[in-house]
């Protein structure tokens, strides 16, 4: 019998709950098992706003997923996102007497438990904190300051908290439902973990994930997470639009932007845009789905580029941009993020690095494939260093939420 870990992962995502099992083997490539989504019910701005009907969504979802892979799940690791998330910078010093010394692992990690100390919100708790760069007797630009020598150690960090309330919430949300929440990672984190290789990380990226009510995105460069931010506009925001536009419904305009949609004008023949106001019934043409669909896709874009501020200058991301999630799936929607950032796009919505993915059916399954790796251990999610309470054995404990074969009595996690 195969008895490579399974890990379950669940995408709390804003249209969607997207959840997988993968099967991790221990140096070996990682491969979906089965993969199920249902419609994100109860659910809004990263919290669930009805706990009844999220857990019986959830409770949904994971019985279709358990069917699927023929296995026992008791629990699941979950995504963090919404727009209680806050990105802080802080920093850190510790001295290492006059004389100096070599410098320790005690020493890096004293430093970080001091940028880890910054005053959050009381309500809040801290979900990520990363170096930047260390400096040593004021040299900056250490990426390893262990066996330096020197008599003061200092730390940039970048931090990302999360408010305690609906992380909680989220928790006993999965607890009604029946399953046990097993550890949790910033969503846009998981993206990164999945879509980008060591290499963009390492010359700098810009990713861009613009799902359905939000478009999140986080900078990489050398190795390192710079930052993350989001933009409360998405996929849903380009229907309504085409909806209002067009005078259609709900329905027809998500079928339009699906089967039709087009984010740049310039691709498509020119129309007379004077027909959205003057006509009743305006006929649908491509050139007034792109004179509609563009406005608001730029400004979706262009308030992302406002969000890096002079902190993270484009000329950071050496490897461009990485644009994901279902709202980037019109026609234009790459070549539209090169006009407005002037950095080489690609559009990405899977990892190279796992198997049987055709087992997945249509969608953003990026955030549940990377909380699955990072939940196995895999991949540069490890380098975001995410501190959810993950106590030694948690991968153990996580491997015991699940029985192949079946519905047997279940494993006791604990
Ligand atoms: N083929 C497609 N063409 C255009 N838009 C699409 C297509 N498929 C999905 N979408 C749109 O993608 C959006 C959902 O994106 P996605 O699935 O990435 O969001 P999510 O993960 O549920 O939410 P979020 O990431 O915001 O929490 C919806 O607005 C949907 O209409
Ligand atoms: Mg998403």
Do not use: Y
Not at 53 to 62: C, D, Q, V, Y
Not at 355 to 372: I, N
């Amino acid at each position: 019998m195969n008895d490579a870990p399974l890990i379950v992962a669940c995408d709390l995502g804003t249209t969607a709950f997207r959840a997988v099992v993968l099967e991790v083997p221990v140096g070996g490539r990682p491969r979906v098992v089965a993969g199920a989504s249902e419609p994100a019910d109860g659910f809004e701005d990263g919290d669930f706003v009805d706990i009844k009907t999220g857990s019986l969504a959830l409770a949904r979802l994971l019985r279709r997923l358990q069917d699927e892979a023929n296995v026992d799940i008791r629990g699941f690791t979950f995504n963090v996102a919404g727009s209680h998330l806050r990105s802080v910078m802080a920093t850190g010093q510790i001295p290492l007497g006059q004389a100096g010394r070599e410098i320790t692992q005690r020493d890096v990690d004293e430093v970080m438990t001091m940028a880890r100390s910054l005053t959050i919100p009381f309500d809040h708790r801290t979900l990520t904190v990363n170096p930047i760069e260390f400096s040593v007797d004021r040299i900056g630009g250490v990426r390893e300051p262990r066996g330096r020598v020197g008599s003061r150690l200092e730390v940039k960090a970048h931090l990302i908290t999360g408010s305690s309330s609906v992380i909680q919430n989220i928790e006993h949300t999965v607890d009604k439902a029946g399953f046990e929440p097993v550890g949790h990672a910033v969503d846009v984190l998981a993206v990164a973990s999945c879509l980008l290789s060591e290499d963009e990380r390492d010359q700098g990226v810009l990713l861009i994930d613009v799902g359905g009510d939000v478009t999140q995105w986080a900078a990489l460069a050398g190795g390192r997470l710079l930052g993350i931010g989001s933009v409360p506009w998405g996929g849903e925001h380009l229907t309504s639009d085409l909806a209002s536009g067009l005078r259609i419904g709900a329905d027809a305009a998500e079928e339009v932007k699906r089967d039709r949609g087009v984010v740049l004008r310039s691709l498509v023949e020119e129309a007379d845009i004077d027909a959205l106001f003057d006509e009743e019934d305006p006929v649908e043409t491509p050139g007034l789905v792109a004179a509609i669909l563009e406005p608001r896709f730029e400004e979706i874009l262009s308030l992302v580029k406002d969000a890096l501020g002079p902190d993270l200058p484009l000329a950071s991301f050496g490897a461009g941009v990485v644009l994901t999630g279902g709202g980037s799936r019109c026609r234009g929607s790459r070549e539209l993020c090169e006009e407005v950032f002037g950095l080489p796009t690609r559009s990405r919505r899977l990892p190279e690095s796992v198997d049987d993915l055709s087992r997945l059916g249509e969608g953003q399954w990026a955030s549940a494939l990377g909380l699955g790796l990072w939940g196995g251990g895999l991949g540069p999610a490890a380098a975001t260093e995410p501190e959810t309470e993950r106590p030694p054995g948690w991968i153990d404990r996580l491997r015991g939420l699940w029985r192949r074969g079946g519905r047997g009595p279940s494993v006791d996690p604990n």
